[in-house]
């Protein structure tokens, strides 16, 4: 009975570790994605700058913006 506890323990103990190492890796993941959603933001802000578009410029500079206080919320809260 012992070693069946403490194996059970074990598996459970090394499920945890997996489950911390794959959240560690799902918050970069977010901050990955909310970075590369900024860049997109800037693209879209630099070709409507360049076709004249005044109104999707500032959509897309304050879209760029959210995306990177986003991305700079995640790094600090993770």
């Known amino acids: 009975v012992y070693r069946v ?17 794959l959240v560690k890796h799902e918050m970069q993941w977010s901050i990955n994605f909310f970075t590369h959603r900024a860049k997109q933001w800037l693209c879209h802000m630099h070709n409507a700058t360049s076709a004249g578009l005044t109104g999707h410029t500032c959509y897309a500079a304050r879209q760029s913006h959210i995306y990177d206080l986003l991305a700079a919320h995640a790094e600090d809260a993770f």
């Open 5 to 21: 506890n403490w194996l059970w323990t074990k598996a459970l103990h090394d499920c945890w570790n997996e489950e911390v190492i």
